[in-house]
């Protein structure tokens, strides 16, 4: 038996929001380590985080409902985006400096057990990370996304690619397709962006323009 859509969509909405508060209040661990304000402080910056996870969702929902010709919830929407974004960086990498602090104290467990008093081997394997790594990938996060932001915020670069067609196509001579997909109009990216777009395909001078997909980022009033 199928469930009811409204059902399928609250247990979707909860296995994700759920997912994601995790994943804000593990990067919110590692924030808080670096920030070293004890613990009622560490506990305002995690917990501060995780109420800044549903920044997106949020927005869209006033976006949606109280302000749909803009106010507060496109702050809030635009703000979620580059959150989700820089969360997301942030995961990733504290998992890799998580999964490397592992690997290297197991390799240096054979050491640290010939010391007189050696620590017990899990709390050897699985302390945290130290104050001064977490700040060395958080510096990490922080130039990544400002690399991201300078990629973004560029004019889109051009990549020419050749393909040979199998013989015995239809086609009597060389045909130049211009593509390119996941503008998401919106909040984020707006007339200039998309004319900026439009001036360089125009100046490829293509026989076919072909956009795959996620040219709108939704049906918001700011999108269509």
């Given at each position: 038996?199928?469930?009811?859509?409204?059902?399928?969509?609250?247990?979707?909405?909860?296995?994700?929001?759920?997912?994601?508060?995790?994943?804000?209040?593990?990067?919110?661990?590692?924030?808080?380590?670096?920030?070293?304000?004890?613990?009622?402080?560490?506990?305002?910056?995690?917990?501060?985080?995780?109420?800044?996870?549903?920044?997106?969702?949020?927005?869209?929902?006033?976006?949606?409902?109280?302000?749909?010709?803009?106010?507060?919830?496109?702050?809030?929407?635009?703000?979620?985006?580059?959150?989700?974004?820089?969360v997301s960086l942030a995961f990733t990498t504290f998992r890799l400096g998580d999964l490397g602090g592992l690997l290297y104290k197991s390799w240096t467990w054979s050491r640290v057990r010939k010391l007189p008093h050696p620590p017990a081997f899990r709390?050897?394997?699985?302390?945290?990370?130290?104050?001064?790594?977490?700040?060395?990938?958080?510096?990490?996060?922080?130039?990544?996304?400002?690399?991201?932001?300078?990629?973004?915020?560029?004019?889109?670069?051009?990549?020419?690619?050749?393909?040979?067609?199998?013989?015995?196509?239809?086609?009597?001579?060389?045909?130049?397709?211009?593509?390119?997909?996941?503008?998401?109009?919106?909040?984020?990216?707006?007339?200039?962006?998309?004319?900026?777009?439009?001036?360089?395909?125009?100046?490829?001078?293509?026989?076919?323009?072909?956009?795959?997909?996620?040219?709108?980022?939704?049906?918001?009033?700011?999108?269509?």
């Amino acid at each position: 038996m199928t469930p009811p859509r409204w059902l399928s969509f609250l247990m979707f909405i909860s296995i994700t929001g759920s997912l994601w508060v995790l994943v804000n209040y593990y990067v919110g661990t590692k924030v808080a380590r670096v920030a070293g304000r004890g613990k009622r402080g560490s506990r305002l910056i995690t917990w501060g985080l995780v109420g800044l996870a549903f920044t997106y969702p949020f927005g869209a929902l006033f976006d949606r409902l109280l302000w749909p010709d803009g106010g507060p919830g496109v702050v809030l929407t635009v703000l979620g985006a580059y959150l989700i974004g820089v969360v997301s960086l942030a995961f990733t990498t504290f998992r890799l400096g998580d999964l490397g602090g592992l690997l290297y104290k197991s390799w240096t467990w054979s050491r640290v057990r010939k010391l007189p008093h050696p620590p017990a081997f899990r709390k050897h394997i699985f302390a945290p990370l130290g104050r001064r790594v977490c700040a060395v990938l958080i510096g990490v996060v922080v130039v990544a996304t400002g690399a991201a932001l300078w990629g973004g915020l560029s004019d889109p670069g051009v990549r020419r690619v050749e393909v040979v067609a199998p013989t015995g196509t239809a086609l009597q001579g060389p045909v130049k397709v211009a593509l390119f997909s996941d503008v998401h109009i919106g909040r984020l990216i707006g007339r200039d962006e998309l004319e900026s777009i439009v001036d360089i395909v125009n100046g490829l001078q293509p026989d076919l323009v072909v956009i795959p997909g996620d040219l709108f980022e939704d049906a918001t009033p700011a999108s269509v």
